[in-house]
């Protein structure tokens, strides 16, 4: 089946430590997007990816970092610098292009504890 | 700056109580506007792209409208299966944005039996 798969679904991290977010995704999408939601809040844009070995940061890139080494893979780590990291992290991708959905995993929830 | 605002924040609906929602944009030229459905836990399931005025989309209970500054989503004849938060989200042809998909912040429905 074709899709985006996201790992872990639950996720603990000590105060300080950075943590890695793996997205995969089947789909030949060239697109790939990393998103943050808090409670009550709309999606919000951590970085975007449309092709493979570049990356844009969206609007909260601030305390994250990404590769997009494959074209089928755009991990996100969350590093120390990273104020309030606790919410829930949405991977996503879509083919090239303006007029295109982008489709999303189910989530990584992450906790700092 | 790209904008979209969603309204109501929260409906709650009688079972077969028809109502719409709305997601207003301010964008420099829309490239499509996206409808997602979101499950709690989960990460949004699409739903329709709208590309320009006056286009319609329909999916079982659910259609879609666009007008030059909004959207509407018309839920009819409503179902408890039909609870969930609702997103809207825009792609513009902003070369600053290019790529971007920026999302409101939802219309979260409960239908009761």
């Known amino acids: 089946d074709g899709g985006i798969t996201q790992s872990p679904k639950y996720l603990f991290r000590k105060e300080g430590q950075n943590v890695t977010l793996s997205c995969e995704q089947n789909l030949n999408h060239d697109a790939m997007y990393w998103y943050r939601q808090d409670p009550g809040q709309g999606l919000r844009l951590i970085y975007y990816?449309?092709?493979?070995?570049?990356?844009q940061k969206g609007d909260i890139a601030e305390g994250y970092s990404v590769s997009r080494e494959k074209k089928e893979s755009f991990p996100l780590t969350v590093t120390s610098a990273q104020k309030n990291p606790t919410a829930f992290y949405l991977c996503?991708?879509?083919?090239?292009?303006?007029?295109?959905?982008?489709?999303f995993g189910q989530g990584t929830r992450l906790t700092v504890v | 700056e790209d904008q979209v605002t969603q309204s109501p924040e929260a409906l709650r609906l009688q079972e077969g109580e028809s109502s719409s929602l709305n997601c207003s944009y301010t964008v420099s030229g829309l490239r499509g506007l996206f409808w997602y459905r979101q499950d709690p836990g989960k990460g949004p399931e699409f739903l329709f792209t709208?590309?320009?005025a006056g286009e319609e989309k329909e999916k079982e209970r659910l259609k879609a409208t666009l007008t030059k500054k909004e959207s509407f989503l018309h839920i009819t004849a409503p179902k408890p299966e039909d609870s969930a938060t609702y997103l809207c989200?825009?792609?513009?042809?902003?070369?600053?944005?290019?790529?971007?998909?920026?999302f409101g912040a939802g219309t979260q429905v409960v239908v009761t039996p």
């Open positions: 709208l590309y320009s």
């Open positions: 989200a825009v792609r513009s042809e902003s070369t600053d944005s290019w790529g971007k998909l920026q």
């Open positions: 996503a991708s879509s083919l090239q292009g303006f007029n295109t959905e982008a489709f």
């Open positions: 990816s449309q092709i493979v070995n570049d990356f």
